[in-house]
């Protein structure tokens, strides 16, 4: 006869922590009321089904072009901005590719030239070489120019910054490329 009354002590408990579980959740609905704004503080932009990835708009316009920027770039600092890429990349000269490809010679050098190097079918599909306008526009924001790139990397937002990366680049090579207009 005991063990049939410890088996309903035991249902009696779990039945009673039950009802104070949801006596509590009711309990506190009833105290505590959610303040829900009948206007949005903030729209987040969501495209359809053919809504393109990346806008125009998404793609800073540099200030002046990019040739303009490099004559007056400044290597130095673009050596310092340079830190931000070898969290992901090498830049010596036969240097091994880590999460990104090695950028020894990547100015005016084919898009996807380092042998070894997996890069995604939204880069190698947008063609060509390395121009000192696509390095620009690519490092700017790397999804907005390649849709599907693999690279997590945001952009660089300061076109002076991105002059000054770009011409330190430029000097990572046996032969550095010309500069635009020379």
Known sequence: MASSLEGNKIAAAILTAGIIAVGSSVLTDLLYKPYVPKERSFVVAVGGAGAPAATAAAVPAPAE?????????????????????????????????????????????PKGHVQGFAYSQALLGTGGTWTYESLDAFIANPKAYAPGTKMSFAGIAKPEERANLIAYLRTLADEPAPLPGS
């Open 65 to 109: 072009p990019i040739a303009v920027r490099l004559a007056a770039a400044d290597v130095e600092a673009g050596k310092a901005a340079a830190k931000k890429c070898v969290s992901c990349h090498t830049l010596e000269k036969g240097g091994k590719n880590g999460v990104g490809p090695n950028l020894w010679g990547v100015v005016a050098a």
